[in-house]
DNA sequence: GAACACCCTGAGCATCCTGCTCAGTGGATC
DNA sequence: GATCCACTGAGCAGGATGCTCAGGGTGTTC
């Protein structure tokens, strides 16, 4: 994979600072031309350096404002089939197999605290879970961002 | 906040199959009328049922191809410190705020192995940090997903 | 029933953006 | 010098955008 250089990073900088910006728009604002900006996005593209839309659908917007996590103990021997059965959920919003103590950890959106009581339970009766640990998340202490990370990037070189 | 209506959802979901339709192609494949679509597109904007684009920048191609979830432990009458110490690490993507054991759980993007144990250390060193356990994200068994709970949604009413 | 609000539709129009091509320039590499 | 690569400016046809307007459906309220 490219490493992304500066000028790919002040895309991303400004396009993150307005979206809906066009490519024109983007062109001045970056003191570039229209042809060059046209050609990093196809290229931005082309590698996948944009992840799908879906990540910027709103959950609170969808009904489920509630945010937990899932650490769930699995028998390992099982995990792709478990992992099937997580995907059959659609309250399940991420999951990742990790290391350390729990085994899977898994994102969960719910509409209010009974709705993630069912859903727990619903995880908990998969075949092969040992047991699953709900964390309720009270507050996005640092919101998402990538912003920072691409500044420090501009920053070293 | 106004629930969104089968509309809403439809447009949701054609805009993750292709998210750069014009607004032309969305009316189209929703047998809409542009003038709609273009309404409902602004009313969704409006709404903040968008997420900000930065969500869809890949860390991956940032160079930082490693996820990892830090359980920290702090004193609970410097969290709001805490946090802004968090913020001041760009690597820190995003952190909550948790019930249970943990008291925040924060998502790290690292470039490998030895990043993330300096990262790791910085997060140590905060003061007001009682202990910080990392567990590397080994793989990503559901990516991240919303159209599943839309296509839920859709299903109900 | 009448008035009202709300949403959708189809049309129109000026302006702007897009995708594409081409020729020219400058830097870096060998 | 020759080659490669990226950026630039220009041009052009086609299409999209933002906006407005009038009209028609539907549901609500009094």
Do not use: P
């Given at each position: 994979m490219r490493t992304l250089d500066t000028t790919d990073l002040r895309i991303l900088v400004e396009l993150s600072r307005t979206p809906e910006a066009t490519t024109v728009a983007l062109a001045h604002a970056l003191s570039l031309s229209r042809n060059t900006v046209q050609a990093r996005l196809a290229r931005l593209t082309e590698e996948e350096v944009f992840l799908p839309?879906?990540?910027?659908?709103?959950l609170e917007a969808l009904g489920h404002p509630l945010t937990a996590f899932v650490q769930i103990h699995v028998h390992q021997q099982q995990l792709t089939r478990i992992t099937e059965a997580l995907k059959g959920i659609p309250e399940v919003v991420q999951a990742h197999g990790l290391t350390g103590t729990a085994d899977v950890l898994a994102r969960v959106a719910a509409r209010n605290a009974e709705d993630l009581f069912r859903i727990h339970s619903r995880i908990l009766r998969i075949d092969g879970v040992d047991r699953a640990d709900t964390s309720l998340a009270m507050a996005e202490l640092v919101p998402w961002r990538a912003v920072p990370l691409v500044h420090s990037l501009l920053d070293r070189g």
């Open positions: 839309f879906e990540r910027r659908i709103s």
